[in-house]
Each structure stands twice: as structure tokens, then as C-alpha cells.
């Protein structure tokens, strides 16, 4: 009998297709909106394998009602949308889509980056409001990027992309802090290995690509803004979580530090009233990293290619917990 598999959304057909040509029996949930907790329980009960988003939520709750999961395969490189301790007890291998979003992602980072240097989006809306009368000598004048100290906080492959594009563009001088250190970029971009402080002391813009973990959940407080610089833009396209959002409010309107550009917020969706979205040092974005054609259907192919190759080989393209398979 054909395996069944969910898909959670309406994602880029080659999933759908290649899943079916695969001969597995496919749901796809296909209304607008994300499943609510009790549908992505109900629908799952169904199903061999999970094809999962952000937005589902697989905590403990869903795990003890579907821990007959053959696999899940999440449509993202994030995946702190589940409780991977929990699937890893139960035996439930979960795969992500690492790599083919790396650009795409960096791409907004590095947008982010310029847009907030230049008050991009406000000025937009100056204009949007009819308020573009004349030249402004001295008004809402921006800073320059060419040469600045480029902060990277997690230098995996996005960031590894985002330290290039600075260079490449600004000739920026890249230093970082992760958990490991990152021979490949110190070799390629002259990169340097500092203490968190010393990231947060030194960066003129810091760029935060880390994950979201115990570790990192709400870690840009006001402690840590008040020892960033103040002319220092704060760039965030990883988790809304990594940062404490009030407080960054406040480190902007006090001047803690000079700027923001965000891809993700805390919480999403970030509400219309937002005192964010009237600050002319702050662009703000609806987690869009991965929007392109090439990301998603790179994402759809691999979360597809998990599952297909999970139950021909025993192997997947991306596993976050490969101990599970190696049993
Ligand atoms: C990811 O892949 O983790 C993105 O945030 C989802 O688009």
C-alpha cells in the first residue's frame, strides 16, 4: 500500500509531483490560511509523513497525538517550530531545506542593510503622503556604508553569503561571533572570530543569522543594546525571537543605537500600528527571506527529496537529527 503523506500548504508543485510520481498518496492541505492545531492533529492521524511549515506548530502536545510519524520533512531551513528532542525520543527523523535559501535570504539582510542606512521605506512614505516639496539639505540624511565593521552573529551559510555581498559591495571589514569557528569565511573574507561583547562593541552594522534556541531566545535585550555602538544598525533576518522587540524600541527612540532592518519580527505578524513602522531608521519586512521562485521551489524540491529518499534508502538530503537514522 502507498505511503500517505500531508503537505500542510500549497507549495511550489514539484513537491506535489514528485511525491506523486514517487507513488505516495498525497494530501495537500489547500486553503489559504494554516491549519489550526487541532486540524494539523486531526489531518496527521491520517498519514505516514508530515510535509510541514513554520507555522505548524510540532510541540509535545502533537507529538503525543502522532508519534506513529513515520517522518517529518519541514519546508524551511528553521525549525524552531519543533520539538526536535521530543521527535528524536520517538524515533521520528525531521528534515530541513539548508542551502538553496542562502542567497535569497542574505539578499534581504543586505537589502535591509541599505534601506535602513539610507531611511529608504521612510522617505517612501514621505512621498506616499505628499510631502516631497523641495531639496533637503540637511534632513533625515543617512551614513555611508563603504568601510564599516560588519558584525555577523552566526556564521553559517547565510551569513557566510551576507559577509560576502558586504565585502564584494562596501569593502567591510567581517568579524563574527558563532559557537564554532568558521575557517572557510576567515579564509575567503579575511574573516575575524571575536567574543559576543567584542561583536557588539566593534560592529557599525550587525547582522544577526543564528538560530532560534534556548540560547539565543530574546538574547538582543536592552543589556545587550546599551553595549552596542550608537551609530550601530541592528539587522535581524533569522527569528523574530532573537530579539526582545520593546527593547529594541526603546534602544532606538533613546539612541541606544542608530538603526534597524527586519525581515522578522516578536511576534509575527507585526501589528499595522507598530511604532516601528513610523521610525525613519527602521525598514521592516514580512519574513520574506526565502520569497523567490528559485528558493521555494529549491525548498519544495528538497523536503519532497527527504521524504522520497527516506523511504528508499533509509537516507535523507537534510536531516536534523541523523542519529535517529543511523538506528
Ligand atoms: C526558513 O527557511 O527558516 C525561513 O524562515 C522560512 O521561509
Not at 519541514?74 to 527523523?93: H, K, M, S
Not at 564599516?148 to 547565510?158: P, V
Not at 560576502?164 to 572570530?193: D, P, T, V
Not at 543605537?257 to 513610523?278: F, Q, R
Amino acid at each position: 500500500m502507498s505511503k500517505k503523506v500531508l503537505i500542510t500548504r500549497v507549495i511550489p508543485s514539484i513537491a506535489y509531483d514528485s511525491l506523486i510520481a514517487a507513488g505516495f498518496d498525497v494530501t495537500v492541505w489547500e486553503r489559504d490560511t494554516p491549519m489550526t492545531q487541532a486540524q494539523l492533529i486531526e489531518q496527521t492521524k491520517k498519514v505516514d509523513a508530515l510535509l510541514s511549515l513554520g507555522a505548524n506548530k510540532l510541540n509535545k502536545e502533537f507529538f503525543s497525538a502522532c508519534n506513529h510519524l513515520d517522518i517529518i520533512a519541514q519546508f524551511a531551513v528553521g525549525y524552531d517550530n519543533i520539538d526536535v528532542a521530543e521527535a528524536t525520543r520517538l524515533g521520528i527523523p525531521v528534515g530541513n531545506t539548508p542551502d538553496v535559501l542562502s542567497e535569497a535570504t542574505a539578499d534581504v539582510a543586505f537589502g535591509l542593510m541599505i534601506a535602513t542606512s539610507r531611511k529608504m521605506f521612510f522617505h517612501h512614505k514621505t512621498i506616499e503622503r505628499g510631502e516631497w516639496k523641495q531639496f533637503e539639505p540637511l534632513k533625515n540624511l543617512g551614513v555611508q556604508l563603504t568601510g564599516k565593521t560588519l558584525g555577523i552573529f552566526g556564521m553559517g551559510r547565510i551569513g557566510m553569503v551576507m559577509a560576502q555581498r558586504c565585502q564584494g559591495a562596501y569593502n567591510m571589514n567581517i568579524i563574527y561571533h558563532s559557537r564554532n569557528r568558521n575557517i572557510e569565511a576567515e579564509k575567503l573574507f579575511n574573516a575575524k572570530w571575536v567574543s559576543f561583547d567584542e561583536l557588539l562593541k566593534e560592529s557599525e552594522v550587525l547582522s544577526v543569522h543564528s538560530v532560534l534556541s534556548e540560547e539565543t531566545q530574546g538574547l538582543f535585550n536592552k543589556s545587550v543594546f546599551s553595549k552596542m555602538r550608537r551609530s550601530a544598525i541592528f539587522i535581524n533576518t533569522s527569528r523574530g525571537g532573537v530579539h526582545n522587540e520593546k527593547d529594541l524600541i526603546d534602544a532606538l527612540r533613546e539612541g541606544t543605537i542608530w538603526g534597524a532592518g527586519l525581515d522578522v519580527t516578536n511576534p509575527e505578524p507585526m501589528k499595522a500600528d507598530n511604532p516601528l513602522l513610523t521610525m525613519p531608521n527602521v525598514a521592516v519586512l514580512p519574513h520574506i527571506g526565502s520569497a523567490t521562485e528559485e528558493a521555494r521551489t529549491g525548498m519544495a524540491r528538497i523536503a519532497s527529496g527527504n521524504i522520497i529518499e527516506f523511504y528508499k534508502t533509509g537516507k535523507m538530503l537534510h536531516c536534523v537529527n541523523p542519529e535517529v537514522l543511523k538506528n
